[in-house]
């Protein structure tokens, strides 16, 4: 893609995502800034913090675990490492994200189930089971192009549902109970 599909798709993924009840209702959301080729957060951050929704972004710990910090807006980023953005003020704590009402999820692919594939690095894996060990709700929403809404992935124990996957032409719900 290039960098001008990649930014029409970010434009478009945020239109749809903001018509979701989970997201038009949040007072917190967790997300990320996306890099690289992933689909374009940027639009939908903006949006979001324009609504006066605070929105936690994670910071990578050593350990891949996430910490998390307010978005105050793009010159509030820091370049870190794994050429991520990352916000540069105070750090919560990565037990922050218990108190967003919707958690925004990078990955790979979603199937017809709600099941996702993530990158590997676990990162999401422990904000998810941090999640259920709180007993936390959020609603959970994938961001992907459209490609990568799929039939069927593989999925292990440990592996969490999501409740929506939004990609640049559509919002899809899951009701599958795993």
Same mark, same amino acid.
């Given at each position: ?11 478009? @993924? ?8 989970? %997201?038009?209702?949040?007072?917190? &959301?967790?997300?990320?800034? !996306?890099?690289? !080729? ?18 936690? %972004?994670?910071?990578?710990? =050593? ?13 509030? %980023? ?6 991520? @953005? ?5 750090? @919560? ?29 676990? !990162? ?16 959970? &929403? ?25 990609? =640049? !032409? ?9």
């Amino acid at each position: 893609m290039t960098a001008d599909d990649v930014t029409a798709a970010g434009e478009a @993924l945020a239109r749809h995502a903001l018509e979701l009840p989970e %997201l038009t209702g949040a007072r917190t &959301v967790a997300a990320y800034v !996306s890099v690289g !080729s992933e689909p374009g957060t940027r639009p939908l951050l903006e949006a979001l913090r324009a609504r006066g929704v605070r929105v936690l %972004l994670p910071v990578l710990l =050593p350990d891949n675990d996430l910490d998390w910090a307010e978005y105050t807006g793009p010159d509030g %980023l820091v370049r870190a490492r794994r050429g991520l @953005l990352e916000p540069a003020g105070g750090r @919560l704590g990565p037990d922050a994200v218990t108190g967003a009402d919707a958690v925004l999820l990078p990955g790979l692919a979603v199937d017809g189930r709600g099941m996702r594939l993530g990158r590997g690095g676990g !990162s999401y894996d422990r904000v998810l089971a941090r999640l259920a060990r709180a007993g936390a709700d959020p609603a959970l &929403v994938a961001l992907l192009y459209d490609d990568e809404v799929v039939a069927r992935v593989p999925d292990e124990p440990h592996d969490h549902l999501v409740h929506a996957a939004v990609t =640049p !032409s559509a919002a899809r719900r899951f009701t599958a109970v795993r």
